[in-house]
């Protein structure tokens, strides 16, 4: 009976030493992987304040959720990656960024480029002045969805600069990472 004991004993340990380190996995940024299996957002504003969350990339047994889309625009004459990252109840993510030679994204015009802020809220965070952009990992997937096809785009898009809330908010320091999930 003691040699039984000792065995489940060190059965149980092995498998909890198992689940701990199948539990702890990271990629090399110290990310978890379970972001790889859902669209993310990072964002820390300046004095603390910070928003984060995931969204899963697959809905209603197993559809791929695309957000974002890429496609030809002809008011800036070329590829626009365009969507809405939301975080039901809680944050949203509008993008909107002209997509350049080697996939370089900037922001065009008047469009949205970039905007964030609480679920509900009418003001968003938007660009106070220059904004750094950084595409990681882009890639264009053709989808189908309803009997339509399309491009939807998987990536991760660091960036950083002065932010404000609304019209009348004042400027502040952000930086932050949306992440993009593949099919």
């Not at 197993?62 to 365009?82: A, K, S």
Request: charged content about 20%.
């Amino acid at each position: 009976m003691k040699r039984f004991k000792n065995t489940v004993m060190v059965m149980m340990s092995i498998l909890g030493l198992m689940l701990i380190l199948s539990c702890s996995g990271n990629d090399e940024d110290g990310k978890p992987d379970a972001d790889k299996e859902a669209h993310a957002y990072d964002i820390t504003m300046e004095g603390g304040e910070k928003f984060s969350g995931e969204v899963p990339k697959e809905v209603f047994g197993g559809t791929y959720n695309p957000v974002m889309f890429v496609g030809y625009n002809e008011d800036i004459d070329g590829e626009l990656l365009t969507g809405l990252l939301m975080d039901t109840g809680k944050f949203q993510v509008g993008i909107g960024l002209a997509m350049g030679g080697n996939n370089q994204p900037s922001i065009v015009g008047n469009g949205p480029g970039l905007v964030f802020g609480e679920w509900g809220t009418e003001d968003k965070y938007r660009p106070a002045g220059p904004v750094s952009l950084t595409l990681k990992n882009y890639q264009e997937h053709d989808i189908s969805m309803y009997g339509e096809e399309g491009t939807a785009a998987s990536f991760a898009l660091e960036f950083s600069g002065k932010f404000q809330l609304g019209d009348d908010g004042e400027a502040v320091d952000v930086s932050g990472e949306v992440f993009i999930a593949a099919p």
